[in-house]
């Protein structure tokens, strides 16, 4: 059975049947077995649906052949050869299929898309989390394979907002979204500033989240379904050989103002021992009179200076690694099954290599120094030397099981933390049995 417009992203397990995919994906779901099926159930659904904003109607399932009575009468009488799209196409969802099955459906002999990449996606929310440009064009490649097998097809990375559209003469159609409506315009504007033919532009309508949650776009957007991973494995779990398994010990990182500290103490709320690798690090010079961290004092010794922070990193880190595990162990005796370790540089100082799992938390740099200049009263150049000193959020995201922002409203975070800790606690129980 091969699940076509259902689930978000995998095309390599076709075999399994996702039973609430229409609450999860504008309620349109087919079971397939044969790719001509397919592209006459589709023609038909465009033909009666044109550009597939109701598909709440579209409540299909079981024997697709009896929904086509005669496949040929719904094919286009418009198709042209040649044509184009573009897109991110990273956490793939119902409208980007819809995308590609119209431009499919539209061209007699072959389509291009253009796959954005570099500093095309470096603006875009969570951007640390959009999967790599590799995978996101072998992805477009098997699902067009599979709706249009006789179709030839172009999928290629570009860098700017145009790719190929403003330089193949033989191009004839561009398919854009109610969104992208005005750079299929401005493709326009360059062909004929090159002297190429202008495209036909075909507009398909956004398609709304009915499952959006607190702060979300009322479209069904790539970014929407990046936030919706936040507190969610990004990984597969694996047991880490050189940690003991009857505790469960996280690696809490995050760069200068990301809201890490806050993070640690709703872990806490939650139950976990919290420990403040550095105060153990630093002692009380880095603490205010009430016991907190004074993050302008340990800001001044650990984000100064990168060869400072690896110096620092190698003399010190070693031995805080033995107060840390007396502290985990002491936990262990207090009935604390799971131990966060929270630190400004734990990833610097290769602390993963002795936890379960990395949790991260991320905000973009601009937003790090906003947050610097008025917590810390910095300049605008100090704050950015201390962000700039510090792994960046893409370095971070590549070891992370687990990524936070707290970018949001702290309900937001909250709900994160609570998704991150149902994770853990599945780990306990399976590891318990």
């Known amino acids: 059975m091969r699940t076509f417009l259902s689930g978000d992203y995998n095309i390599d397990d076709l075999s399994i049947p996702l039973e609430n995919s229409f609450d999860q994906h504008c309620k349109f779901r087919i079971d397939l077995t044969n790719s001509d099926i397919l592209m006459s ?3 038909k659904k465009c033909c009666e649906f044109s550009i597939f904003t109701k598909f709440e109607k579209l409540q299909y399932d079981g024997d697709v052949k009896g929904l086509v009575s005669n496949p040929d009468e719904f094919q286009y009488s418009n198709k042209v050869n040649h044509g184009v799209l573009g897109g991110t ?8 299929k819809l995308l590609l099955s119209e431009a499919a459906l539209r061209c007699s002999n072959s389509l291009t898309v253009g796959i954005t990449d570099g500093s095309m996606i470096e603006g875009k929310t969570l951007f640390e989390l959009i999967r790599p440009v590799n ?7 098997k699902f067009l394979k599979l709706i249009a097998p006789s179709l030839c097809t172009k999928i290629v990375p570009i860098y700017d907002p145009f790719g190929p559209s403003i330089s193949d003469p033989n191009l004839e159609l561009i398919v854009v979204s109610d969104e992208t409506l005005k750079g299929g315009q401005r493709v326009n504007e360059k062909r004929l500033e090159k002297g190429l033919s202008p495209l036909k532009l075909h507009r398909i309508s956004l398609i709304e989240d009915t499952n959006k949650e607190l702060g979300d776009e009322d479209k069904m957007s790539s970014s929407s379904l990046r936030k919706k991973k936040l507190g969610t494995r990004i990984k597969p779990f694996q047991m880490n050989d050189n940690v003991p398994i009857y505790q469960h010990v996280i690696d809490l990182a995050g760069g200068i103002a990301s809201g890490r500290s806050s993070i640690a103490k709703r872990l806490e709320n939650l139950g976990a021992g919290i420990v403040e690798c550095d105060t153990l690090a630093f002692g009380d010079e ?5 016991g907190t961290i004074n993050r302008k004092a340990l800001g001044s010794i650990v984000f100064s200076n990168r060869d400072a922070l690896n110096k620092l990193n190698s003399i010190v880190w070693p031995q805080v690694t033995e107060l840390a595990k007396a502290k985990i162990k002491k936990f262990r005796t207090e009935g604390k099954d799971i131990v966060v370790l929270d630190a400004a540089v734990l ?3 290769n602390w993963n290599e002795f936890c379960h799992e990395v949790w991260v938390t991320i905000i973009p740099p601009e937003e790090a120094v906003k947050r610097l200049m008025d917590r810390n009263g910095l300049q605008t150049y100090a704050a950015w030397k201390r962000v700039e000193v510090q792994f960046s959020n893409i370095e971070r995201v590549k070891v992370a099981d687990i990524v936070f922002s707290t970018l949001w409203e702290p309900e937001f975070t909250q709900k994160q933390v609570i998704k991150a800790w149902d994770e853990v606690e599945k780990v306990l129980k399976s590891s318990s049995l």
């Open 41 to 43: 159930v589709l023609t």
């Open 89 to 96: 196409f990273d956490s793939i969802h119902v409208g980007h």
């Open 135 to 141: 995978e996101r064009i072998e992805y477009v490649k």
């Open 286 to 290: 880095i603490k205010n009179a009430n």
């Open 347 to 349: 990833l610097e100082a």
